[in-house]
């Protein structure tokens, strides 16, 4: 039976006027084995219906004494949400000690729906991906992004981000490069300092969210551009001996005061490292991350290491990548032998439980970890006030300001590619104009006054938007990454070349991924490359209104062919042979330059 929740807030936990460290200290002392075994925990927590406490709530939170948890919930209506929050708060405060709930969240200002990477924005303001960020180049763009999607999580009681991903692009097959910031790490060291200020505010405090920079030690050098969350995916690979050219926005990240790692599901192959997952690796978290590089902040690891489950109602094995002959328990023990303070996505207190029952892992060693766990919270002003105001979130999430500047840079980040004959921009377009398209919907044409025909045949122009090629894999799943070739295949291909050839056509490519693309180059009237953007984004680039312009500039090569792919380093950037655009390739309306 759980213990009773103290009726008033006497003890000096509570006492604002104590140190943070006497304030943990005199916590952590107060705790039970359980209350501590507890906070390693960081799991996924659902909503009930209209944004009520689920069913699995209580016992989560004053069962297995649990207090962080990740929100994967879709924000539409953000007091709505905000009043979730609020009542979940409640819970906690009902338990015996009433530690607040550190609530975090995936990616979820861009157009990304992909459980477990990245939530589309819905209430909140919607920019780039932060492939976007990265095309644009500006620290301070990269500033202003997060200082605003700092405002708008704590305005709904979201205290933790579970990002910056700062992998590196270098192997252009990798399904998860949306979320990165491209294939330079200098250039995504610079990006990932200003996202880590934007998301502290002026000093760590009350008033901001803790960010989680991943993949520790990157992962980007994926064999065979396979995805870890896979176990055809599993290995990370070096030939190229460039282990340390990934290390290096994680660098950047803890010199700008980094407060939380993860590291990857991948195990290193072929390197000084045992060949086990990056969670269950000590080499890398203790040897590499806290030893060598200095960090002292906290390591969750990523979700879902030590036990099997279900992932949008279709069965998942654990990513126990090169341990997968251990027993749960004994995984446990791996993982916190290597260093890590957190368990993602489990729920399995009882192992933890067991190994300080039977003297495997010691109750100080869980105490180093709730320590700091502890004292993130404390740090994050949860215990002063875990409440938010339902009605001033509703004001500040998703503010016509911040709407601006999220739309303005959705429409900056557009990379033009090419541009025969400077086709674009089309400022002036006659009203009888005839414009076949695909890839949106025809009324955000018609909406300016513009006609749409039925058939390349009988228009003057075709706006065509793509998605970047890929080989679809069922799953509910395993349908989201998109993986395999870069190229279309051979009928897509004659699909499009039999539009280009009929009409002058515009092309915009969302590139997740490189893409492979120089049959479109070559027929094309202009190609652009988007890094998310809705369609009145497009248009205005293409019309040119208010001066709207593609500033981008890409953030990765575009590989000329699959042969150059396969034969590239998965670890070494910039290496497919013979390019058809370089990174930092982006051309300029004729009247910017």
Do not use: C
């Given at each position: 039976m759980a213990p009773r929740a103290a009726s008033n807030k006497t003890q000096p936990y509570w006492d604002v006027s104590l140190s943070v460290d006497k304030r943990v200290e005199d916590l952590i002392q107060r705790m039970t084995i359980e209350e501590k075994v507890g906070q390693l925990f960081h799991t996924r927590i659902d909503t009930g219906v209209n944004d009520t406490l689920?069913?699995?709530?209580?016992?989560?939170?004053?069962?297995?004494?649990?207090?962080?948890?990740?929100?994967?919930?879709?924000?539409?209506?953000?007091?709505?949400?905000?009043?979730?929050?609020?009542?979940?708060?409640?819970?906690?405060?009902?338990?015996?000690?009433?530690?607040?709930?550190?609530?975090?969240?995936?990616?979820?200002?861009?157009?990304?729906?992909?459980?477990?990477?990245?939530?589309?924005?819905?209430?909140?303001?919607?920019?780039?991906?932060?492939?976007?960020?990265?095309?644009?180049?500006?620290?301070?763009?990269?500033?202003?992004?997060?200082?605003?999607?700092?405002q708008e999580y704590l305005a709904v009681g979201i205290k933790s981000a579970l990002h910056p991903q700062v992998d590196l692009a270098t192997e252009p097959r990798w399904s998860r490069i949306a979320g990165t910031m491209g294939e330079?790490?200098?250039?995504?060291?610079?990006?990932?300092?200003?996202?880590?200020?934007?998301?502290?505010?002026?000093?760590?405090?009350?008033?901001?969210?803790?960010?989680?920079?991943?993949?520790f030690p990157g992962g980007g050098a994926?064999?065979?551009?396979?995805?870890?969350?896979?176990?055809?995916?599993?290995?990370?690979?070096?030939?190229?001996?460039?282990?340390?050219?990934?290390?290096?926005?994680?660098?950047?990240?803890?010199?700008?005061?980094?407060?939380?790692?993860?590291?990857?599901?991948?195990?290193?192959?072929?390197?000084?490292?045992?060949?086990?997952?990056?969670?269950?690796?000590?080499?890398?978290?203790?040897?590499?991350?806290?030893?060598?590089?200095?960090?002292d902040g906290i390591v969750v690891s990523d979700w879902g290491l030590i036990t099997d489950s279900l992932i949008r109602g279709e069965p998942f094995p654990a990513r126990a990548w090169g341990v997968q002959n251990l027993t749960h328990i004994q995984r446990a023990e791996k993982i916190l032998n290597a260093g890590c303070d957190q368990f993602g996505g489990e729920t399995r207190t009882d192992l933890i439980l067991q190994l300080v029952d039977n003297g495997t892992i010691s109750e100080e060693r869980i105490d180093v970890s709730v320590r700091k766990l502890l004292r993130e919270k404390f740090l994050l002003g949860l215990f002063e006030n875990p409440y938010v105001d339902p009605v001033a979130a509703g004001r500040i999430v998703g503010q016509?300001?911040?709407?601006?500047?999220?739309?303005?840079?959705?429409?900056?980040?557009?990379?033009?590619?090419?541009?025969?004959?400077?086709?674009?921009?089309?400022?002036?377009?006659?009203?009888?104009?005839?414009?076949?398209?695909?890839?949106?919907?025809?009324?955000?044409?018609?909406?300016?006054?513009?006609?749409?025909?039925?058939?390349?045949?009988?228009?003057?122009?075709?706006?065509?938007?793509?998605?970047?090629?890929?080989?679809y894999r069922a799953g509910a799943f395993t349908s989201g990454f998109h993986a395999g070739s870069l190229a279309y295949n051979a009928t897509e291909q004659a699909r499009q070349a039999a539009i280009y050839e009929a009409v002058p056509t515009i092309v915009d490519i969302y590139l997740d991924r490189p893409a492979i693309i120089p049959e479109i180059i070559e027929s094309a009237a202009a190609v652009m490359a988007n890094f998310g953007s809705g369609p009145d984004a497009l248009l205005d680039i293409v019309f040119g209104v208010d001066g709207a312009s593609p500033q981008g500039k890409l953030p990765f090569d575009l590989p000329r062919s699959m042969a150059a792919v396969e034969a590239s380093k998965e670890d070494v950037p910039f290496d497919t042979e013979n390019p058809v655009f370089r990174f930092g390739h982006g051309l300029r309306y004729v009247d910017d330059c």
């Open positions: 689920a069913n699995t709530s209580v016992p989560l939170v004053q069962g297995l004494f649990m207090s962080h948890f990740n929100t994967g919930a879709s924000i539409t209506n953000a007091s709505s949400f905000a009043r979730w929050s609020n009542s979940l708060q409640d819970l906690a405060a009902n338990t015996r000690l009433g530690i607040p709930i550190t609530l975090s969240t995936d990616p979820r200002h861009a157009f990304t729906d992909n459980i477990g990477t990245g939530l589309p924005a819905g209430a909140f303001s919607q920019w780039p991906e932060s492939l976007g960020l990265a095309a644009l180049r500006s620290p301070e763009i990269v500033k202003d992004f997060a200082n605003i999607a700092r330079d790490a200098h250039l995504t060291a610079k990006l990932v300092v200003a996202y880590i200020e934007g998301f502290t505010g002026q000093t760590f405090g009350h008033d901001s969210v803790t960010t989680v920079t991943k993949h994926i064999q065979n551009g396979e995805d870890s969350h896979f176990e055809y995916g599993q290995n990370a690979t070096y030939p190229g001996n460039n282990f340390d050219y990934h290390l290096i926005p994680f660098e950047a990240a803890i010199k700008a005061g980094a407060r939380q790692m993860m590291p990857y599901y991948s195990r290193p192959i072929g390197t000084q490292y045992e060949e086990v997952g990056f969670g269950f690796n000590k080499g890398i978290v203790t040897g590499l991350l806290r030893e060598k590089m200095g960090f016509s300001a911040f709407r601006k500047l999220g739309n303005d840079t959705q429409r900056r980040a557009f990379t033009l590619l090419s541009n025969d004959d400077n086709y674009l921009p089309l400022r002036t377009v006659p009203a009888a104009t005839k414009f076949y398209i695909e890839g949106f919907n025809q009324t955000y044409l018609e909406r300016r006054g513009l006609q749409v025909v039925a058939t390349p045949a009988e228009a003057d122009y075709a706006l065509v938007r793509l998605q970047a090629p890929y080989e």
